[in-house]
């Protein structure tokens, strides 16, 4: 699913931020650069870190269904978009994320590489791609 996010240009001093912390349910997220800057993950340790990707550059999110798939090996990013500097409020901000899903019958069942007495399966039961997304979507109450 190809979408075109707008962020409208925000007051000089607004309250929150233009993009809640978030993962994103599906298997990887691609991202073409956005001009304006906002974008932000966070880090294992907790600390946000500003995403600035040179120009031409495709920002690579993990999501959930791939960290449920790697036993958390890979593991889902965190991420969300802050509001603009106060000399830049006035600008609108465009991103194009690409979100890439499982067909909706693939069986999501953790790969035997990714199991080992360190990181035991954390999911024994496999489950459809489309049964994931509607219990993701119920646990964030968008379903």
């Known amino acids: ?20 912390a978030h993962e994103d349910i599906n298997v990887i997220t691609l991202l073409l650069g956005a001009e ?15 995403v600035n990707p040179p120009e031409g550059a495709l920002v690579v999110n993990v999501g959930d269904m791939l960290q449920r798939l790697t036993n958390h090996r890979l593991r889902s990013t ?4 802050v509001n603009p ?8 901000r465009y991103s194009i994320p690409f979100f890439l899903h499982f067909a909706p019958d693939y069986l999501i069942e953790t790969l035997p ?6 990181n035991p399966n954390r999911y024994p039961e496999p489950i459809t791609a489309q049964d994931f997304l509607y219990e993701r979507l119920r646990e964030i109450r968008l379903a």
Do not use: F, N
């Open 113 to 118: 590489s990714c199991i080992s007495a360190e």
């Open 36 to 50: 304006e800057a906002g974008l932000q993950l966070q880090a294992v340790e907790g600390d946000w870190l500003d």
């Open 85 to 92: 500097a106060q000399e830049r409020a006035h600008l609108p």
């Open 78 to 81: 965190t991420h969300r978009v």
């Open 1 to 20: 699913m190809l979408r075109l996010l707008h962020y409208p240009p925000t007051p000089p001093k607004p309250e929150g931020v233009r993009a809640e």
